[in-house]
């Protein structure tokens, strides 16, 4: 399960009830989730129930004796170590493996739209983050853009409110979106742009599918970025299939190793 302030009150009656339950139950590990805990952390010195970040007492008690996690180790053990303050636990080192929607529509989806690319014209279309964006971080992106002036037509799908004035540069801007939307528009565009925190399964959906690229400020060499000018020079230069392979290779090869860790708590 991932342990969320709706949910976490079943886990604490549960612990209650019954502790030997401890020995069954696996707490599945988000960034999101993570993020929040450390945002905690960092301001009182020890975990603390907060509504506005999403953890409730319930929440707190059960990761104070949960025993067994599943994420990927080399990540998260050193931060939920710290949150937590203490050792004794035990990691399953597995990636997530769920699609946004089933694998196999997931699969047809991305065929579909694969099919109308070169209906769409030479376009660069960037889901600039995953999630709600600030105004300031989107309006530095929108500067260096047109500082740039690209050659090609720039379009941003962004979850921001508000309505700016149309120029070389095309905003659309987007609401929370239902499963198949969201995949839908995950699929059309070139590039995906991630936050620091979440937006992992959409990367691995992204790449997986032999998608072209996705970026990070932290992430692996060849995708991250120190400033957004960089962002803007690497959306509007072409990436090989090579590379694009490589990318939906080396996702799928982690999700097979994942696969292989969940089979000895499932099967």
């Not at 949960?66 to 939920?80: E, G, L, S």
């Not at 964006?133 to 037509?153: E, G, I, K, M």
């Not at 996705?214 to 992430?219: F, L, Q, R, V």
Request: glycine share 4%.
């Amino acid at each position: 399960m991932s342990l969320l302030a709706w949910n976490s009150h079943i886990a604490e009656k549960l612990i209650l009830f019954r502790p030997e339950v401890l020995e069954k139950l696996f707490v599945y590990i988000t960034d999101d989730g993570v993020s929040r805990w450390s945002i905690s952390f960092e301001e009182n010195g020890y975990l603390k129930p907060n509504d506005k970040l999403i953890i409730s007492e319930s929440c707190v008690f059960a990761l104070n004796r949960i025993k067994f996690f599943i994420c990927p180790n080399a990540y998260f053990r050193k931060i939920i170590s710290k949150v937590l303050e203490r050792r004794n636990f035990e990691i399953f080192d597995a990636s997530t493996v769920l699609d946004i929607l089933p694998s196999v529509c997931s699969g047809r989806l991305f065929g579909v739209f694969e099919n109308l690319d070169n209906l769409s014209g030479h376009k660069i279309r960037v889901l600039f983050q995953t999630k709600d964006s600030s105004w300031l971080t989107f309006l530095a992106v929108l500067r260096s853009a047109f500082r740039r002036n690209p050659p090609v037509r720039l379009e941003f799908f962004v979850f921001l409110q508000g309505i700016l004035g149309r120029t070389n540069v095309d905003v659309t801007y987007l609401s929370p979106l239902p499963p198949e939307a969201y995949n839908s528009l995950v699929a059309i565009c070139t590039h995906v742009s991630l936050q620091d925190r979440g937006g992992a399964s959409t990367a691995r959906l992204y790449l997986k599918m032999g998608a072209r690229r996705s970026a990070h400020p932290s992430s692996v060499p060849e995708l991250e970025y120190s400033s957004w000018d960089e962002v803007i020079a690497k959306v509007t230069q072409r990436s090989s299939r090579e590379v694009i392979m490589a990318n939906a290779q080396t996702i799928l090869g982690e999700e097979n190793r994942s696969l292989h860790v969940l089979s000895s708590i499932y099967c």
